[in-house]
């Protein structure tokens, strides 16, 4: 099933990049990245490649969760 990524901020018209506004996908892979960075050990040395798949795998989870 493909997942519907709409603008999670939609604008009115398109900016300059044509796009109106940050996706859905996006935002909550942004949310999930601050979650997984503000809970990890003071003396972890963080992977930020690591970090953002596993922020985008969860957002990905909770789209498919939207669409049932």
């Known amino acids: 099933m493909k ?3 709409h603008p ?3 604008t009115p018209e398109p900016r300059d990049s044509g796009r ?3 996706t ?3 935002y909550f892979a942004a949310k999930a990245m601050q ?3 503000d809970t990890a ?3 972890f040395e ?3 490649d690591d970090i953002a798949k596993s922020a985008y795998k969860q957002a ?3 789209m498919r969760e939207r669409q049932t």
């Open 3 to 5: 997942l519907k990524n």
């Open 20 to 22: 109106a506004g940050i």
């Open 35 to 37: 979650a997984l960075v």
């Open 8 to 10: 999670a901020f939609p």
């Open 24 to 26: 859905t996908l996006d």
């Open 46 to 48: 963080l992977d930020y």
């Open 60 to 62: 990905k989870a909770m």
């Open 41 to 43: 050990p003071e003396d």
